[in-house]
């Protein structure tokens, strides 16, 4: 009796997980689907994943041909990891100083951390922008990458991690002769590899898709990041030719997928591997 | 050996209201060995940290070898710390956690990065030299099985092992322990002390030791300093410590099981004695009306007949120690308790409620103020000689 309910209940609950599994992962399908179909049939009545007739090449040759991908995928590539690693390089410290040194004003400074979390992008992009101007930085790799150098957010997450590490082990090495700053990349960095994980994790993929930034600091083709570029090709070439749209879709996403199953690998593997506790 | 010794010099700390440390002096010199000792929140890790340069006193100077090096960090001040929880770096092997101190002093920011840290010739020789060292350390610590393992595939005493290691290395000025011990199961940390005296003995440096443990301290230093409240009560010899200390507290805190602690109030009890007996020394030479006398568990001697001078107990019960017992009485004039020494088979002789008598030799005996300071009067000075003998 009680083994019959329970196995009911653990059908329906994998039913309601599929079915969310399904409703979430549908639009890719439709999109993987849709970046295989010639133009008529995208437009034709009725719903099928499986094209009648397919239009593969012509659809993903389009969309590599049509926009410099490569290039725009390149771009992609060194905003999002330039700006992983000074927001690395940069929050590591501070949240080193905020979680272990004793100085005037570290809860104040803390505070105002706490506030930065607050911010959103949106409200800064106007004095951002006339910054920029006047710096002359628009229109560069450089405007995509500055603003978002400094990160609260890996501030406030890393801090939370270094105040787990024990006093003795940064005491320890202060007696054997390593500089604060040696602290931070010597030891604090290492043992920090699952935040700063995850933190990447979350950083790539929301500079990755960004395209509020970009669309406001950048209007040149061959600066465009993915979001910027697919934009620029539904506004210049593909119109209506949602085949090809889909199919430069597919090759914007495919990379971030991709790095996000690695990176998770690593994220996991990170987590069970340093054994911080002794 | 080497002749650098470590003079701490007035040291105060407070952190907000409460005072830590109230102005400490300690002198260890060169190649000694001292066990600062004392109840937990006595201080004691306090005073050790400043003395590395991990916190900063209020005032006062640390010399070391005659310099002042209170301004100094850490870093600088060359000196070998191991912590209770062995504080190994998560991330590296044994061979590199001990490598790192080595490292850290002789490499130049280039000579460290991986590769490009290797391609001189004067850097490849310096990297071999301190592997070498690394092993070395780990031959004499009897752990090269364990190089190239990561902490969290060590077992404790093992780590405690590599931490000694990576404190032996580089040959520091000082080594600062900190209840290093404490973590070790009880046969481990018997087995590790002697050890540590040796790698003291062999590496000759001074060595401060906070520890907890009075055993410890005892059985290890050259010197003991009792921590209490801030203060030290008491810097001297183990057998000096032990036997005629200076303080009640220090009587009270040294020895186990405690000292056996008796009150007399002499306006009360004018003509000396203790409730309806007359005192086992005379402590009418002592112009203080409030006395404790202090007496050793070995030292109350327990029988069958009432002699003179002799106190009526009531035995309570046996705690059998194997080559000893103690022995726990009551007496009920004030409702005193009292343990003595004595053999198992003595003490496994007595009945439970047994009325028995207890003397002291009176030179035995040791006595304190109201305020805890030592009483020492002229025909109690024997005990001191034969401290001395001892």
Not at chain 1, 18 to 43: D, N, R
Not at chain 2, 4 to 16: A, M, P, T
Request: glycine share 6%; net charge positive; proline share 5%.
């Amino acid at each position: 009796m009680t083994t019959a309910s329970t196995h009911w209940m653990r059908l329906l609950r994998l039913m309601i997980l599929g079915l969310g599994a399904l409703l979430m992962l549908f639009p890719f399908f439709f999109m993987i689907s849709t970046s295989f179909k010639p133009q008529s049939e995208v437009f034709s009545a009725g719903l099928s994943l499986i094209p009648q007739q397919w239009a593969i090449i012509a659809n993903y040759s389009k969309a590599m041909t049509r926009i410099p991908m490569l290039q725009i995928l390149a771009n992609g590539l060194i905003v999002c990891a330039s700006i992983v690693f000074f927001q690395i390089l940069f929050a590591l410290p501070c949240a080193y100083a905020l979680a272990k040194l004793k100085f005037k004003g570290r809860e104040f400074l803390f505070g105002l951390v706490l506030l930065g979390l607050l911010v959103p992008i949106h409200a800064i992009s106007i004095p951002l922008y006339t910054t920029a101007r006047y710096a002359g930085l628009l229109n560069t790799l450089a405007i995509l990458v500055v603003p978002f150098t400094l990160s609260v957010f890996a501030i406030f997450l890393f801090r939370q991690f270094i105040k787990t590490i024990p006093d003795d082990l940064i005491m320890a090495a202060r007696t054997d002769g390593l500089t604060e700053l040696a602290i931070v990349w010597r030891i604090i960095l290492p043992n920090a590899w699952p935040s700063a994980s995850a933190f990447a994790i979350f950083s790539v993929v929301a500079h990755w898709n960004d395209l509020y930034w970009p669309l406001i600091s950048v209007s040149k083709m061959h600066l465009a990041t993915p979001p910027l570029g697919l934009l620029f090709f539904r506004a210049a070439e593909a119109g209506d030719d949602y085949g090809a749209l889909m199919a430069a879709t597919v090759l914007i996403t495919a990379p971030l997928v991709l790095f996000f199953l690695f990176a998770q690998k690593l994220f996991i593997e990170g987590m069970t591997m340093t054994g911080l506790k002794g | 050996m080497n002749t650098i010794s470590l003079h701490l010099d007035k040291i105060e700390k407070s952190y907000g209201q409460t005072r830590v440390l109230s102005g400490i002096d300690l002198t260890a010199k060169a190649g000694e060995f001292i066990a600062l000792v004392g109840p937990s929140g006595c201080g004691k890790s306090t005073l050790l940290r400043i003395a590395a340069g991990l916190d900063h006193p209020d005032h006062g100077r640390v010399l070391l070898n005659g310099q002042d090096v209170t301004g100094k960090r850490a870093a600088d001040r060359d000196m070998a710390m191991v912590f209770q929880s062995y504080a190994l770096y998560p991330h590296l092997t044994a061979r590199q956690n001990m490598a790192l101190p080595l490292a850290m002093r002789r490499l130049s920011v280039w000579e460290r990065l991986p590769l490009i840290g290797k391609i001189t010739e004067r850097s490849r020789l310096s990297h071999a030299a301190i592997q070498s060292e690394v092993e070395h350390a780990a031959d004499i610590l009897k752990i090269k099985a364990l190089l190239d393992r990561k902490p969290a595939q060590m077992s404790g005493g093992q780590r405690q092992r590599v931490a000694l290691g990576r404190a032996l290395v580089r040959h520091p000025k000082a080594f600062l322990m900190d209840e290093p011990l404490s973590n070790l199961d009880a046969a481990l940390r018997v087995h590790t002390r002697a050890e540590i005296v040796d790698l003291h003995k062999r590496a000759g440096v001074v060595t401060l030791y906070v520890t907890h443990d009075q055993e410890e301290a005892l059985s290890m230093a050259d010197k003991v300093a009792v921590m209490i409240r801030g203060q030290i009560m008491q810097c001297d010899t183990p057998a000096h410590i032990y036997n005629d200390p200076a303080h009640l507290d220090v009587a009270s805190f040294i020895g186990s099981p405690r000292i056996n602690l008796i009150h007399i109030n002499q306006k009360s009890n004018p003509k000396a004695q203790w409730y309806d007996y007359p005192l086992m020394a005379d402590t009418a030479g002592l112009a203080h009306s409030d006395i404790t006398m202090a007496i050793r568990p070995e030292h109350l001697m327990v029988s069958v007949e009432k002699t003179p001078m002799s106190l009526p107990v009531t035995f309570l019960r046996t705690e059998f120690l194997g080559s000893e017992a103690l022995i726990h009485l009551l007496f009920e004039g004030d409702n005193t308790l009292l343990i003595a020494r004595a053999t198992p088979q003595h003490a496994l002789s007595l009945t439970e409620r047994q009325k028995l008598f207890v003397s002291v030799p009176a030179n035995k005996i040791l006595y304190f103020d109201a305020e805890g300071k030592r009483l020492r009067s002229n025909h109690l000075s024997d005990v001191r000689d034969e401290n001395h003998a001892a």
